[in-house]
């Protein structure tokens, strides 16, 4: 099946997530004319369909319930908050709607190309694109950008039925609340659903297969976590697996086994698996083009973006790790750029990420973890919460936030924020470590008071010997 030459795209991107329409943007403003493939009726993808918006919409309502009744203990009284599931999850669509029926309209009124459906390579040069409805045609092209993001993972001898055995986007349909879930897997998508649902009215239990939440993290990150969120869990399950689940009177009967040997077995309504997503490509055939794909599944692709096809690039979550929509979008900008001609190469030294639970976790740079396993010298400074006026005026004194530093030079080399909006604080290191910016730097930065941003500099103040705040200590 061989299309017409002078119907030849000059771009192709396939998926129209964060980075897949931020990819189709920048190109039309290089002059590029572009066709943007997707399934769904308007851009947006996984994160704003089924992913990162309608799970922060949720874990804001989520908040809002939540401080009316930490507001007792301050002296304000409310009726006891009621939920109505049909009105919620009705305001999140309204919320997906708003955002994805805006893409649309940029789209239309930059005049790209859309196509609903979905597409597979048939070589390097052709795309076979299917509209849903049995029809197909070809569609030859110059240059085409992957963006087909992932899927959830699912465990052996343990199959997703969308009603008892749920993913994360079953999740936020909201049909009906168990009376008590169990969720497998203590990543950060397992900790904000159980916000979620804890927050609405579920008994939420957790298992996880490593010793402790969000693997990879640093530890007094998660002890803060843990120590802010005692009532969040009813049964936490760490080194444990879940071997067998078995259905018995309209209840899921689930057999666990630990690091121990032993095995047990709980009764629970619900179960959600939260086991991180793998690579979604395929159904888009990418070997018919030629495109290499790594042990782990990834798309290999270069500093630019390009895979072993150089007029095929690739971006986001089926590259690799991090999966975040703002490393997606920084590499669709840089797609977009190498696609038409220009010499650019992905120079991010940082990506910021945010897990948003209550209270948020925030990390930037270099972990304490990574730099004992890469024996990289730095030193240390953390400001607790509690020393905040901003923080304990919103009675969120738990938490700090941690600078870790170069001994030689002062540079910063990262960051690790706990606290109420710990991920609009972030940003501010991801920009200093671009900037090579000294812990001397943000120290002389005048920052407002009272806020918790202050918390960065009073951070440095420590490191510096000199704080403002708290007692003064040896380093």
């Known amino acids: 099946m061989q299309g017409n030459k002078k119907n030849e795209r000059d771009l192709v991107i396939i998926g129209a997530g964060p980075g897949g329409y931020r990819a189709a943007f920048m190109a039309d403003d290089l002059g590029l004319k572009v066709t943007l493939i997707d399934p769904e009726a308007n851009p947006g993808g996984e994160c704003l369909y089924r992913g990162c918006i309608p799970t922060k919409a949720l874990l804001h309502l989520v908040k809002i ?12 009284h409310f009726k006891h908050p009621t939920i109505d599931l049909r009105r919620i999850a ?12 805006g893409l649309g309209q940029i789209v239309k009124s930059r005049k790209i190309e859309y196509l ?6 048939e070589d390097e040069r052709h795309l076979i694109f299917s509209d849903g409805n049995g029809k197909e045609r070809t569609l030859p092209f110059k240059q085409a950008i992957i963006a087909t993001g992932t899927r959830a993972r699912e465990l052996p001898g343990i199959s997703m039925d969308g009603k008892d055995i749920i993913g994360s986007t079953r999740a936020l349909d909201l049909e009906d609340l168990p009376g008590h879930m169990l969720i497998i897997g203590g990543g950060y998508i397992g900790l904000e659903m159980a916000t979620i649902y804890r927050g609405l009215g579920s008994r939420v239990s957790v298992t996880e297969l490593t010793r402790n939440f969000m693997p990879g993290m640093d530890g007094d990150l998660v002890s803060a976590f843990k120590r802010a969120t005692k009532e969040l869990f009813e049964e936490i399950y760490m080194e444990t697996s879940v071997k067998e689940v078995n259905r018995e009177d309209g209840k899921l009967q689930v057999r666990f086994g630990n690091k121990e040997g032993k095995s047990f077995e709980k009764q629970y309504d619900r179960i959600l698996l939260a086991v991180g997503a793998k690579p979604d490509h395929s159904k888009l055939s990418p070997e018919k083009a030629g495109i290499e794909i790594d042990e782990q599944g990834f798309i290999r692709v270069d500093g630019r973006q390009r895979t072993s096809r150089k007029n095929i690039l690739a971006i986001g979550d089926v590259t690799g790790e991090p999966q975040l929509a703002h490393r997606a979008m920084y590499q669709g900008r840089l ?20 897990v948003y639970t209550e209270p948020e976790i925030a990390v930037c740079g270099l972990t304490e973890n990574r730099a004992r396993e890469e024996s990289i010298e730095y030193e240390k400074a953390k400001f607790p919460w509690g020393a ?11 938490g700090f936030t941690k600078l870790l530093v170069d001994p030689g030079s002062g540079q910063i080399l990262g960051a690790g924020i706990v606290g109420t909006s710990a991920g609009d604080l972030i940003p501010e290191i991801a ?25 960065l500099p009073e951070a440095a103040e420590i ?6 705040h708290t007692l003064k200590k040896k380093r």
């Open 65 to 76: 319930r939540q401080w009316a009744l930490e507001a007792e203990e301050m002296g304000m």
């Open 90 to 101: 009705g305001w999140k669509e309204e919320v997906v709607k708003k955002l994805t029926g």
């Open 116 to 121: 609903k459906g979905t597409a597979r390579f």
């Open 335 to 354: 797609a977009a750029e190498v696609a038409a001609g220009r010499n650019s190469d992905y120079d991010a030294q940082v990506i910021p990420a945010i």
């Open 388 to 398: 905040s006026g901003r923080a304990v005026s919103m009675n969120g004194g738990q």
């Open 431 to 455: 920009l200093a470590i671009e900037m090579g910016a000294t812990v001397t730097d943000l120290s002389l930065t005048i920052h407002p008071h009272p806020t918790l941003s202050e918390t």
């Open 463 to 468: 490191y510096l010997g000199h704080p403002g």
